[in-house]
C-alpha cells in the first residue's frame, strides 16, 4: 500500500494491517508459537527449534519487537524474548473485533 494512502483508512485499520503483515510470514508465526509455548526464550534456542539461520531467525525477531508483539530483555550475550502481554491483547482485541462482525446467520440469508 502506497505510503500516501493510509490516511484513507481509519487508525485501526491501518493497525490490523501492520499486525496482520508482521503475522503473514510462517517464521514469525513459528516464532510466536514457540514464545507462547516456553512463555519466554533464548535467541539462541530458535536457531535449534526452527532450523533457521541466526540472522534471519534475528531479522524476524527485529520485525516482531518494532510492532511490540514481543519484548527482551539482554543479560549478558544473551537475549531473552517473551510475548509482550499488553499487545498480545490489543492484537486479539483487533482480530476479535473484525471477525466479530461477521454474522454467520445473516450471511445465509443474504449471500448471493
Given at each position: 500500500?502506497?505510503i500516501t494512502?493510509?490516511?484513507?483508512?481509519?487508525?485501526?485499520?491501518?493497525?490490523?494491517a501492520?499486525?496482520?503483515?508482521?503475522?503473514?510470514?510462517?517464521?514469525?508465526?513459528a516464532?510466536i508459537?514457540?514464545?507462547?509455548?516456553a512463555?519466554?526464550?533464548?535467541?539462541?534456542?530458535?536457531?535449534?527449534?526452527?532450523g533457521?539461520?541466526?540472522?534471519?531467525?534475528?531479522?524476524h525477531?527485529?520485525?516482531?519487537?518494532?510492532?511490540?508483539?514481543?519484548?527482551?530483555?539482554?543479560?549478558?550475550?544473551?537475549?531473552?524474548?517473551?510475548?509482550n502481554?499488553?499487545?498480545?491483547?490489543?492484537?486479539q482485541?483487533?482480530?476479535?473485533k473484525?471477525f466479530?462482525?461477521?454474522?454467520?446467520?445473516?450471511?445465509?440469508?443474504?449471500?448471493?
Amino acid at each position: 500500500m502506497g505510503i500516501t494512502k493510509t490516511d484513507l483508512f481509519s487508525a485501526e485499520q491501518n493497525e490490523l494491517a501492520n499486525v496482520a503483515k508482521a503475522l503473514a510470514h510462517p517464521a514469525r508465526i513459528a516464532i510466536i508459537q514457540h514464545l507462547l509455548k516456553a512463555n519466554a526464550c533464548v535467541n539462541g534456542d530458535l536457531v535449534k527449534e526452527l532450523g533457521l539461520a541466526q540472522a534471519t531467525i534475528s531479522q524476524h525477531l527485529r520485525e516482531l519487537k518494532t510492532l511490540g508483539i514481543i519484548q527482551g530483555t539482554i543479560e549478558g550475550v544473551s537475549i531473552s524474548y517473551c510475548i509482550n502481554p499488553s499487545q498480545w491483547a490489543r492484537i486479539q482485541s483487533l482480530f476479535n473485533k473484525l471477525f466479530d462482525q461477521f454474522d454467520s446467520e445473516k450471511f445465509k440469508k443474504n449471500c448471493c
